[in-house]
């Protein structure tokens, strides 16, 4: 299986948006691709930055910045 690592510059509508399908299409995406994508970073001037070179839990980030809060709190 192939593996990329990505990064997300700007976790507005569309880094979220991004973040969604993969977060809802990871399965589909590694079964028809043999590939498994990870991010390890997303950064944004206003909802923050983060780093995880064994991947980041997207579900949580998108929870975090639809409450309000900042990604790397």
Known sequence: MKRVKLGIIG??????GFAEILA??????????N???TIVGIADPVKGSVY???GIDLR???????KGKKIDD
């Open 11 to 16: 976790f507005g509508t569309v880094g979220q």
């Open 35 to 37: 590939t498994e994508i």
């Open 60 to 66: 949580k980030a998108l929870e975090a910045v639809t």
């Open 24 to 33: 809802n299409k990871k399965e589909q995406i590694e079964k028809n691709y």
């Open 52 to 54: 995880n070179k064994k």
